[in-house]
């Protein structure tokens, strides 16, 4: 695991505080908590409480949703990986497994750090919740493009040629019997 500096480094170049004011950015930096993990490790378990934002520094993990005795695997998170942003600011539940894929580190906000910020006017708080937004309105429209390729495919009757075009591989033409 690297050094403290090297950890508050990482931090001050991360997508979360990228777009931050350098002298905000630095005071941020330190309010975070950094977690090394390894494969394996549940950083967040589906219906536990806690209010802590987190963000992927270095390797992966994978989100895991449960439907019934079922659990789906529905991304996998790389360096720059907001999770847990609903739970942080909602306080309910947690509302899916988070389980490291590699070894890494994890930046940990904790809500009482958030919230001292918030409390005091303090410009951070203003400068998490707009990266926050940002990251989620990525998401969504990254969501759409996949859910647009899925109902495209689901019309046409094509999931394998969709997916082709979504990924940009190219299919193999029908081979034609002239018997």
Avoid: C
Avoid at 75 to 88: K, N
Avoid at 107 to 122: E, F, I, K
């Amino acid at each position: 695991m690297p050094a403290l500096p090297d950890m508050v480094e990482m931090l001050l170049r991360s997508p979360l505080l990228a777009d931050v004011d350098p002298a905000i950015r630095t005071d941020l930096a330190l309010r975070f908590e950094t977690r090394p993990f390894t494969a394996g490790q549940t950083l967040i378990a589906d219906g536990a409480g806690g209010r802590a934002l987190l963000e992927i520094l270095t390797g992966t993990a994978e989100v895991f949703v449960r439907e019934g005795d079922h659990r789906y695997r529905v991304a996998t998170l790389e360096p720059g990986s907001l999770v847990g942003e609903g739970a942080f600011f909602s306080g309910l539940p947690r509302a899916a497994d988070i389980v490291g894929s590699s070894e890494g580190i994890v930046a940990v906000l904790p809500w009482n750090a958030y919230l001292n910020l918030a409390q005091s006017g303090h410009p951070g708080a203003e400068a998490i919740e707009r990266a926050v937004v940002t990251h989620l309105t990525r998401r969504v429209k990254e969501t759409n493009v996949r859910l647009s390729v899925l109902l495209d495919a689901q019309r046409s009757g094509g999931l394998k040629n969709a997916l082709s075009k979504f990924f940009g591989i190219p299919t193999t033409a029908p081979v034609i019997n002239h018997d």
